[in-house]
C-alpha cells in the first residue's frame, strides 16, 4: 500500500499577520502510478479500488512518450495497432474523514483526460461532456509542458482507502506524443 505523503507548503503570509495557507500533498507529482498501455480497453471496474491492477506495469510520472522528458515511457502502439486511450491508477491512504475542505487537482496532460476518485469522474480535460466510448479522441491539446489547477467540487469525498484513476486519450489516431503527470493536494 502506498503512504500518504504529507509535505506542507506554504503559499504566502496574509499582509500584517501571520497566519499562512498551507496546503497538505495526498498525491505528490513524479509519484509511482500503475499503467495500462494496451489498445484494447480494461474492464469497466479498472477505476474502483477493489479492481486488481498487480499485473499492470509501474512507473514514476511524468509518464508518456514522445516528448523526451518521460521518466516512464509507454507504449504508443501494440502490434501496428495505435494506442489511444492509456489508464492510470494511483492508490494512497487518508487518515482523516475529509469534510469541508477543497481538493485541488494539478494535472499536466496531453491531450485530453477523464479523471475518477473513487469510482466516481471529478474532472473531464477536453473531452466530450457526454458519455465516451472507447473510440472517442479528444477534443483538442493543452500546452504540453503546462500544468493547470483546479479545484474538485464539495461533493468530492476522501475515505480512508482511495484510488485515482486517470484515462488519457489523444487528439488524433497520428498523434506522436502523450505526457502525464498529476499532483492532488487539499487546503
Known amino acids: 500500500?502506498?503512504?500518504l505523503f504529507k509535505i506542507t507548503l506554504l503559499l504566502g503570509l496574509c499582509v500584517g499577520a501571520t497566519a499562512v495557507?498551507?496546503?497538505e500533498m495526498l498525491i505528490p507529482a513524479n509519484s509511482m502510478?500503475?499503467?495500462y498501455d494496451l489498445p484494447q480497453k480494461p474492464c469497466e471496474d479498472w477505476k474502483s479500488i477493489e479492481f486488481d491492477d498487480s499485473n499492470w506495469p509501474s512507473g514514476r510520472s511524468q509518464l508518456g512518450y514522445g516528448e523526451g522528458d518521460e521518466r516512464t515511457v509507454v507504449a504508443k502502439e501494440a502490434q501496428g495497432q495505435p494506442i489511444l486511450v492509456h489508464y492510470f491508477?494511483?492508490?494512497f491512504s487518508w487518515e482523516e474523514i475529509h469534510t469541508k475542505q477543497p481538493l485541488k487537482?494539478?494535472?499536466?496532460?496531453?491531450?485530453?483526460a477523464r479523471v475518477?476518485?473513487?469510482?466516481?469522474?471529478v474532472h473531464r480535460q477536453l473531452l466530450p461532456a457526454?458519455?465516451?466510448?472507447?473510440?472517442?479522441?479528444?477534443?483538442?491539446s493543452l500546452i504540453e509542458h503546462s500544468w493547470y489547477e483546479v479545484e474538485l467540487g464539495n461533493d468530492v469525498r476522501?475515505?480512508?482507502?482511495?484510488?485515482?484513476?486517470?484515462?488519457?486519450?489523444?487528439?488524433?489516431?497520428?498523434?506522436?506524443?502523450l505526457s502525464f503527470n498529476l499532483a492532488l493536494l487539499i487546503e
Not at 487537482?105 to 485530453?112: A, F
Not at 482511495?162 to 489516431?173: D, F, G, H, T
Open 89 to 91: 491508477r494511483h492508490k
Open 1 to 3: 500500500m502506498k503512504v
Open 130 to 140: 457526454e458519455s465516451l466510448d472507447s473510440a472517442q479522441l479528444a477534443t483538442g
Open 116 to 121: 475518477f476518485l473513487n469510482n466516481q469522474e
Open 158 to 177: 476522501l475515505k480512508r482507502e482511495n484510488i485515482l484513476a486517470v484515462e488519457v486519450r489523444q487528439v488524433s489516431k497520428t498523434s506522436s506524443d
Open 105 to 112: 487537482l494539478r494535472l499536466l496532460v496531453d491531450d485530453g
Open 33 to 35: 502510478w500503475a499503467y
Open 21 to 23: 495557507k498551507a496546503l
